[in-house]
């Protein structure tokens, strides 16, 4: 699996070129082609009075993008780069699925949703549409801090939570292809407390060490990759310990999976992915499942 062509899907107002910046280490992981999108939707040129958009403020909105897309462009090609662009008035998923059919990138990388609670719940957040309707791994980018500062090492510090679903097996080929560009990733699994309620304390050791094992088993497969990792177990609910070992151990990104089941149940019961896209401070790198037959 590799890394060849990026999609960055940007609003501007928080994911701008200090973003694309601090992704650039990828071309360490054969990056050489970055695609800009920029979707107008329609409610940002509607007009108060009467139907219809103002063509004047779709204009100026378009060519400003224009404008900051030459820009970047340029840093790029000096960089011996490849960079395509489209700036579209449109709605924001169906345009992103448009431009994937085109130009089938490796990895989409788009702002954390802006949706209300409420239209997320009845029509999803954009990151969780996109997670259903394509295979392609998608990085939900986020300014750890206040300040908006972007984070150098993006790539320094891994935090991968797996639940042991298939889609364990697509996240760690996508994970060893990034091996020259990660610092260090720490692999978490986080058991209910269910699991460990028996009055057998045997049992509830064999439950500890067979996680354990599977945990040590993948952080081998990864070592053996050149790629520093370490295991660690957790107890409770998984949400919130995927965020409290994140902030334990200073992670730079979260890595997830999203299966197709997931995609389904989640619009209403919610998914450890939904959750931690829409609501984590750290920067979410979701690996989808293959599609199921």
Not at 119 to 144: A, C, W
Request: charged share 30%.
């Amino acid at each position: 699996m590799e890394i060849k062509k990026l999609l960055f899907v940007t609003k501007f107002e928080g994911l701008c070129y200090d973003a694309l910046r601090s992704l650039l280490v990828l071309r360490k992981a054969d990056l050489e082609h970055v695609v800009f999108l920029n979707v107008i939707e329609r409610d940002k040129v509607a007009m108060k009075r009467g139907a219809g958009y103002l063509k004047e403020e779709e204009v100026k909105l378009k060519e400003t993008a224009n404008i900051r897309f030459i820009d970047w462009a340029e840093n790029l090609f000096e960089m011996g780069m490849e960079v395509g662009a489209y700036i579209e008035v449109s709605t924001l998923i169906p345009e992103i699925l448009k431009v994937i059919e085109k130009e089938s990138p490796d990895l989409i990388v788009i702002g954390r949703s802006h949706k209300s609670t409420l239209e997320q719940l009845y029509s999803g957040s954009d990151v969780n549409e996109l997670v259903r309707r394509t295979r392609i791994p998608i990085l939900v980018f986020k300014h750890m801090a206040e300040d908006k500062i972007v984070p150098e090492k993006l790539f320094e510090r891994l935090l991968f939570a797996t639940n042991w679903s298939e889609t364990v097996v697509r996240m760690v080929e996508y994970i060893k292809s990034m091996k020259n560009v990660i610092g260090e990733i720490h692999v978490i699994h986080v058991v209910k407390d269910s699991a460990l309620k028996s009055p057998d304390a045997h049992a509830v050791q064999k439950v500890r060490k067979s996680e354990r094992k599977r945990l040590d088993d993948l952080c081998d497969e990864l070592e053996e990759q050149g790629i520093k990792a370490r295991a660690h177990l957790y107890v409770g609910d998984p949400q919130k310990e995927i965020e409290k070992a994140a902030r334990e151990y200073q992670a730079s990104m979260i890595v997830l999976g999203s299966s197709d089941k997931a995609a389904i149940i989640e619009r209403w019961g919610g998914s450890i992915s939904r959750h931690m896209s829409d609501n984590s401070i750290f920067p979410c790198l979701i690996i989808p499942g293959k599609k199921e037959t």
